[in-house]
Nanobody, 123 residues
Framework: QLQPVESGGGLVQPGGSLRLSCTASGSTLDYYFIGWFRQAPGKEREGVSCISATSDSIYYADSVKGRFTISRDSARNTVYLQMNSLNPEDTAVYYC????????????????WGQGTQVTVSS
């Protein structure tokens, strides 16, 4: 069974950058849509960015447009989320998820979930 694994979270100052990585040992991500989601304390899990299997379709939440970039590296079996100009409102646990080819970028569209990585934006 596909098991996504996230890495790259941490503590960063406002205005800083982080790059999250999502991979899956023993399974290829090539045939799946991959989504990055986040959940802040007391809030629902929300879709941040999703990418199709061929990278021809990408979604960004309005709150991260122009700051975050999602990309795939098939050779490394990895999907990245580059996060720039981070602000305290970006603080959350970030989850990587894989699912069949379907939109929208919501939790219901994804079947396989990682354990999450904490991103904290604070001075």
């Amino acid at each position: 069974q596909l098991q996504p694994v996230e890495s790259g979270g941490g503590l960063v100052q406002p205005g800083g950058s982080l790059r999250l990585s999502c991979t899956a040992s023993g399974s290829t991500l090539d045939y799946y849509f991959i989504g990055w989601f986040r959940q802040a304390p007391g809030k629902e899990r929300e879709g941040v960015s999703c990418i199709s299997a061929t990278s021809d379709s990408i979604y960004y939440a309005d709150s991260v447009k122009g700051r975050f970039t999602i990309s795939r590296d098939s050779a490394r079996n990895t999907v990245y989320l580059q996060m720039n100009s981070l602000n305290p409102e970006d603080t959350a646990v970030y989850y990587c998820a894989a699912g069949p080819a379907q939109w929208p970028c919501t939790t219901a569209s994804y079947d396989y979930w990682g354990q999450g990585t904490q991103v904290t934006v604070s001075s």
